[in-house]
């Protein structure tokens, strides 16, 4: 799983109505994490900012939430 993939997983399955903060994402991402996969922050991170700039994420102070954009864009590749 890429970590896109894990921080959309985690913002779903965290369910924050005022978004989901960045230790709170990291956290539930590292417990799901399987073993052998190394934990990189720098990844992380990069995958934070470029998912902000994309317009795949909101940023919301210290917090992260999905984009209504996103979301639609979600449904309509599940159809």
């Not at 993939?5 to 005022?18: C, N, S």
């Amino acid at each position: 799983m890429s970590y896109e993939a894990g921080i959309v997983l985690a913002i779903d399955e965290l369910k924050d109505r005022m978004g989901s903060s960045m230790v709170a994402i990291k956290t539930h991402m590292q417990a799901n994490m399987s073993s052998d996969k190394k934990w990189l922050n720098a990844t992380f991170l990069t995958a934070l900012k470029s998912g902000v700039a994309a317009g795949d994420f909101i940023k919301v102070k210290n917090s992260y939430k999905l984009s209504p954009e996103f979301k639609k864009k979600r449904i309509d590749a599940a159809k």
